[in-house]
């Protein structure tokens, strides 16, 4: 199993609106173009991607903190990462520590770049335009 970590800003947008975008069904499906199901309360359900991301809030503090449960429907049977997403205003800008533990070897360098390439390019567009 693995860590990944990776750090973003999101220029113009603050905090709560990146949490907001992320934690929104509605938001989630705008910026990704696939369909989203976010049960924003501790302990709710969440799909991603058409179903492909699945996964289960365990924390949840708007505008500061998200922690999930989180796999992908391709995963090995049973595994479960965990992902936190730690939100601060910096200035006018939002910086973003994303850290998901518990990634199997085999899946480290595709979540990684999709980590970039489907949440935080569209997801930087997406607040681009707000």
Not at 26 to 35: D, L, N, Y
């Amino acid at each position: 199993m693995a860590e990944i970590k990776q750090t973003e800003k999101f220029e113009g947008a603050s905090a709560q609106q990146v949490y907001d975008a992320l934690m929104s069904s509605k938001q989630h499906a705008e910026f990704t173009g696939a369909a989203a199901n976010i049960d924003n309360t501790v302990g709710g359900k969440i799909t991603a991607w058409d179903e492909y991301i699945e996964g289960e809030n365990i924390v949840l503090e708007p505008g500061t903190k998200i922690v999930q449960k989180w796999r992908a429907s391709d995963w090995p049977e049973g595994e479960w990462s965990e992902a936190t997403f730690e939100l601060k205003d910096v200035d006018d800008d939002c910086e973003l520590v994303f850290t998901q533990v518990r990634v199997p070897e085999s899946m480290v360098k595709d979540v990684e770049q999709g980590w970039v390439d489907y949440y935080w390019k569209p997801l930087k567009k997406y607040l681009a335009k707000k």
